[in-house]
């Protein structure tokens, strides 16, 4: 090994002074151009991206202008406007669940873990969650009576998944349903979700059409900034619409 250093070592003093530039500017030219290269494929990667977070916040939009009309809310626009706002607090989150190779060592093993909890149950803070995926399944929704249902995976369509704000906006219609996602034991599952929310300073509200002597406010009037706050406070599956619930002495009419 010594040798071989050595014979390097000998190689590069003798090299011409000259050789030694010429191969600097070579090696210069070559990391501009690659960064060139760099650049330019992220510029497109961030250009398709943005086009992607143009479009899933129109069918976001569009999806709260329909919920509005079908609840007879005379303003179309009463929960759409709030993502459409310039200052809304809306992200894109890109999320990768590895495989998890099975533990058991034989087939009498019990219990195998052909599935493990990627994302804990919670429900989604935002008012509304346009989801992708790859064909590899793993999101489970809870029903009513806390069965957990596993959702179909298909690349071709989007999971619509109504958040606790959309819950408040509209007084308990829509529920926010609660979710998790599991690992596959041999694929990998990829997935993009779109969170549309408002800006921090929004205030969320009931729509006054949606109130009634029958139908009574739910919920405490407060802002996304604050919703945000009180959820990063607490386990991610504690229930946070809660913190904010009416008591029944201050239920509004």
């Known amino acids: 090994m010594k040798n071989k250093i050595n014979f390097i070592s000998t190689k590069l003093s003798n ?23 760099a650049k330019e494929k992220q510029s497109t ?6 086009a ?25 626009s009463v929960f759409s406007r709030l993502i459409r706002d310039v200052d809304s607090d ?21 219990p195998c873990n052909q599935n493990k909890v990627g994302f804990g149950e919670h429900s989604d803070p935002q008012i509304l969650t346009i989801l992708r ?5 793993g999101l489970q929704i809870s029903l009513n009576d806390g069965a957990w249902v596993p959702v179909t995976p298909d690349p071709a369509t989007f999971c619509v998944n109504v958040g606790d704000l ?21 694929k990998s599952r990829l997935s993009m979700a779109y969170f549309a929310a408002p800006p921090p300073d929004a205030r969320i509200t009931v729509p ?46």
């Open 208 to 253: 006054p059409e949606m109130i009634s002597p029958n139908k009574p406010a739910l919920y405490k009037p407060f802002t996304w900034g604050e919703f945000k706050k009180a959820a990063f406070a607490l386990r991610l599956g504690d229930s946070r619409l809660g913190l904010f619930r009416m008591e029944c002495d201050e239920q509004v009419a």
């Open 133 to 137: 995926s790859n064909d590899v399944g």
């Open 52 to 76: 992607y977070i143009e479009a899933v916040r129109e069918l976001a939009c569009e999806l709260l202008d329909l919920l509005a009309e079908g609840l007879w809310v005379p303003d179309r």
């Open 166 to 186: 959309l819950q408040a906006m509209t007084n308990g219609r829509f529920v926010s349903v609660r979710h998790k996602a599991l690992t596959n034991s041999s």
């Open 15 to 37: 090299l011409n002074p000259q050789n030694n530039t010429h191969q600097s500017n070579l090696k210069r030219q070559y990391c501009t151009h690659q960064l060139e290269k």
């Open 90 to 110: 809306s992200i894109i989150r890109l999320n990768h669940y590895p495989p998890m190779p099975m533990l058991c060592q034989d087939k009498d093993s019990s």
């Open 45 to 50: 990667s961030s250009s398709a991206v943005s």
